[in-house]
């Protein structure tokens, strides 16, 4: 899983072109994404069809503010720059509720 650094705008949507995307809002300090992180290798294998994109909630916060990121751990899905979908909100989430919210996607 990439990690994505501070980006400009364009570089952002250089990614958000490219085929199918999943990013995925974090923070070291979050419990319930420390709870997560250790699963998202495999939920990235399960889901190989999607470039999978690590989001630093306090590295990206302006990212987070424009996309409505307002609770971690967070994924919004992208198809050629097209959101297919999000699952936001400030829950703790399980594999299996991800792995719900990706069968959604195709």
């Known amino acids: 899983m990439e990690k994505l650094k501070v980006l400009e705008k364009d570089k952002l949507n250089e990614l958000l072109l490219n085929g199918k995307s999943l990013f995925y809002f974090t923070a070291g300090w979050c419990p319930d994404c420390n709870f997560i992180e250790p699963l998202m290798p495999e939920i990235e294998a399960e889901y190989s069809d999607f470039?999978?994109?690590?989001?630093?909630?306090d590295e990206q916060i302006e990212l987070c503010q424009d996309w409505g990121i307002f609770g971690i751990p967070?994924?919004?899905a992208y198809n050629n720059g097209v959101e297919l979908d999000?699952?936001?909100n400030k829950e703790r989430k399980t594999k299996e509720q991800i792995e719900s919210f990706m069968n959604k996607l195709d």
Not at 51 to 56: A, G, P, S, T
Request: net charge positive.
């Open 51 to 57: 470039k999978f994109y690590k989001v630093d909630r």
């Open 74 to 76: 967070s994924f919004v």
């Open 86 to 88: 999000r699952y936001v």
